[in-house]
């Protein structure tokens, strides 16, 4: 890796669906950040959940998207988030 991150590919994946809805600490995004940006396998894996999550969001039907994640981003309303949980 050029850009010389801590993270490997595990650490990167464990990562990941924190780092798509900007969960992490500001040390923690650089360093996914730069892993993805030298590892195309890792990139891949980011922009289909990046995909995945503007889908379901723009559909406007978390609810029937519970079993893809079991989180539901800060920027959905609570109610989505309330009712898909219970």
Known sequence: MT???CYDCNETMERLHSYV???LNAFEMGEVKKHLDDCPPCEKHFEFNSHVKILVHNKGCPEKARHLR???PRSWPTSARAKATS
């Open 3 to 5: 850009n010389n991150s």
């Open 21 to 23: 809805d900007r969960e």
């Open 70 to 72: 079991p989180w539901w």
